[in-house]
T-cell receptor, first 113, second 111 residues
Framework: SQTIHQWPATLVQPVGSPLSLECTVE??????LYWYRQAAGRGLQLLFY??????ISSEVPQNLSASRPQDRQFILSSKKLLLSDSGFYLC????????????FGPGTRLLVL | KQEVTQIPAALSVPEGENLVLNCSFT??????LQWFRQDPGKGLTSLLL?????REQTSGRLNASLDKSSGRSTLYIAASQPGDSATYLC??????????FGAGTILRVKS
């Protein structure tokens, strides 16, 4: 069966510090991978998606970047965090070129102080 | 630009009551619509997925309907239980396999 992992689960970082959040998927190959952010009281906002290694599409201009160094690994990064980067970050995967459901990880709660 | 709206934003009902959550979307060019459940501080769990050619889907006490032409979907929960308390999110899938989410409905079922 497929599983998706995210770490860390919770992170508190000062403004201006770097960020690296990791997402890995097990039990599937060539997945579509997604990073979402959920701000308090708001819906999920798609940040990045990837259809393959090294292929990243950005949905919203911002302070963040994403990379996919391996087929089942998706990393969200920032060189300098802003207060507005606080939120709940969710990684998801789906079947490549499929129209079926996306499967979500447990999320990382980021607080920037 | 697709916009998804969920009404109400929050709902509190006594145990055993039947309830309806509403979702509307502005662009009817969708592949499908999905309802998710999110427990506090957790990821999302898919509840029901309705393809654009379908009118409804059922799973246990849950029934979701889709009226694509009017841009509306409802999630019906029968005989609600305290364990149903969570945030319910509606999302539409557009070209490129992208999901556009509503802000969610926070449901509390009181025992």
């Amino acid at each position: 069966s497929q599983t998706i992992h995210q770490w860390p689960a919770t992170l508190v970082q000062p403004v201006g510090s770097p960020l690296s959040l990791e997402c890995t998927v097990e039990g599937t190959s060539n997945p579509n991978l997604y990073w979402y952010r959920q701000a308090a009281g708001r819906g999920l906002q798609l940040l990045f998606y990837s259809v393959g290694i090294g292929q990243i599409s950005s949905e919203v201009p911002q302070n963040l970047s994403a990379s996919r160094p391996q087929d089942r690994q998706f990393i969200l990064s920032s060189k300098k965090l802003l207060l507005s980067d606080s939120g709940f970050y969710l990684c998801a995967w789906s079947v490549l070129r499929g129209r079926e459901t996306q499967y979500f990880g447990p999320g990382t709660r980021l607080l920037v102080l | 630009k697709q916009e998804v709206t969920q009404i109400p934003a929050a709902l509190s009902v006594p145990e055993g009551e039947n309830l309806v959550l509403n979702c509307s979307f502005t662009d009817s060019a969708i592949y499908n619509l999905q309802w998710f459940r999110q427990d506090p501080g957790k990821g999302l769990t898919s509840l029901l997925l309705i393809q654009s050619s379908q009118r409804e889907q059922t799973s246990g006490r849950l029934n979701a309907s889709l009226d694509k032409s009017s841009g509306r979907s409802t999630l019906y929960i029968a005989a609600s239980q305290p364990g149903d308390s969570a945030t319910y999110l509606c999302a539409v899938r557009q070209y490129g396999n992208k999901l556009v989410f509503g802000a969610g409905t926070i449901l509390r079922v009181k025992s």
